[in-house]
């Protein structure tokens, strides 16, 4: 048999972070596991952390979770999460406090058939932002109320919304489902070395310790090292960073000082000299970080920001009381994301600056044209 035309039914995913256990959880839902069905094997290096970021979702997340089949009161109470209605950006057009503007969830009505934004240039309700004057949702956000009523079931919603979410417990759910509701075999090892088939496709991982993980597809889940795409198989990275300067991010995860702090149900983009601090409220603390660019702020300029950003926004004793990381990032894409029976999803297929809070949404929505 032809080796491209192999049935597949062994599945190996390399990377426990956020991309590899929701791809092992969306194949999960997909696909039956068993006699007739796809087993899935998901290996995570004992050693190599997550990057543990990643806090803020699109509105895809909630039929993500429904298809997963974790309610939305388990995953709210797991991950710490909060509804995100959209992003508040402020001080983008100037350098003011007043300046700020909604992106919010909810397109305004009829959009596909009629551009509402032809009328507001041309003079209808141009005294209010396009925001404000063609959906609700500023308006609800600015009294800190939430997109739903509390009888409105799960995953329904009055006003579209998405999630503010932990990383480290979100991935921790999302294993838990995997491993007992998909049956999805975990293995805490380190990939050190790809054996390969004469036509060049994976035949197996072997793993520090020696083990052996063969397989019909690989999922390269395994963030920036892009183990097998990029160390293995030498597809490179098509960078942007000519055109997207930001590099770093310093982050932060920020405990609430005042038990009556509402949790703001937008992500909080805000502009600085160098970049941009995101600012989201989880229930239990805020996760907050700087992204620039290091050719134009050097390590103490980001830590002055921030500490300077936390202090505006009620940290009373700024940055050097909590313990702030360093994260390096490169934008680019793989050149190509699916080589042989080899596909990347996640950091490792690429990865552009995060304003847009639009890593998540496109794992999701590879693991399900996967799955396809
Ligand atoms: C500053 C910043 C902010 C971000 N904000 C957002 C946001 O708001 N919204 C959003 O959607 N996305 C955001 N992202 C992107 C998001 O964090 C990632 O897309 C998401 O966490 C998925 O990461 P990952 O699983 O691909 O990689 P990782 O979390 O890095 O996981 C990699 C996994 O691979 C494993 N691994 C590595 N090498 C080996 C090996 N040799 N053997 C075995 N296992 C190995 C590691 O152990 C780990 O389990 C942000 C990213 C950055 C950098």
């Not at 092992?24 to 796809?38: D, K, N, P, R």
């Not at 000519?242 to 509402?262: D, G």
């Not at 313990?323 to 080589?339: D, T, V």
């Amino acid at each position: 048999m032809d080796e491209s035309n192999r049935p597949i039914q062994q599945v190996v995913i390399v990377g426990g972070g956020t991309a590899g256990w929701l791809t092992a959880c969306i194949l999960g839902a997909e696909f039956e596991s068993g006699e007739q069905g796809l087993a899935i094997t998901l290996v995570e290096s004992p050693d190599t952390p997550t990057i543990g970021v990643g806090e803020g979702t699109w509105p895809s997340m909630r039929s993500t979770l429904k298809k997963i089949g974790i309610s939305e009161t388990t995953f709210m109470r797991h991950c710490g999460a909060s509804l995100k209605q959209g992003t508040y950006f402020r001080q983008w057009r100037e350098d003011a406090a007043g300046d700020s503007y909604y992106h919010p969830f909810t397109p305004p009505l009829g959009y596909a058939e009629t551009n509402l934004a032809e009328h507001w240039l041309a003079g209808l309700c141009r005294d209010k932002p396009f925001a404000q004057a063609v959906t609700p949702q500023g308006a609800l956000c600015d009294r800190a109320a939430a997109p739903k009523q509390i009888g409105i079931p799960e995953y329904g919603y009055v006003l579209n919304y998405g999630y503010h979410l932990d990383a480290g417990r979100f991935a921790d759910l999302l294993q838990q489902t995997a491993t007992q509701q998909f049956e999805v075999t975990h293995l805490q090892e380190h990939v050190e070395q790809v054996e390969i088939r004469s036509s060049g496709d994976i035949d197996a991982l072997v793993t520090r310790t020696g083990k052996r993980i063969a397989g019909d597809l690989f999922v390269d889940c395994s963030g920036f090292e892009s183990l097998l795409l990029s160390g293995h198989y030498q597809v490179p990275l098509v960078p942007v960073d000519r055109y997207l300067f930001n590099n770093r991010a310093l982050a932060v995860q920020v405990p609430y000082e005042a038990t009556a702090e509402a949790i703001r149900s937008t992500t909080w983009s805000t502009a600085q000299d160098s970049g941009w601090i995101w600012d989201i409220g989880l229930r239990d603390r805020r996760g907050v970080g700087y992204v620039h660019a290091a050719d134009y702020c050097s390590d103490a300029q980001a830590h002055d920001a921030l500490d300077r950003y936390l202090k505006e926004t009620g940290v009373t004793k700024g940055l050097d009381a909590l313990a702030p990381r360093m994260i390096n990032f490169q934008s680019g894409y793989r050149q190509q994301l699916w080589h042989r029976n080899c596909v990347a999803i996640g950091l490792s297929g690429g990865f552009v600056e995060p304003l847009e809070a639009s890593a998540l949404v496109l794992i999701e929505l590879s693991a399900r044209a996967l799955g396809r």
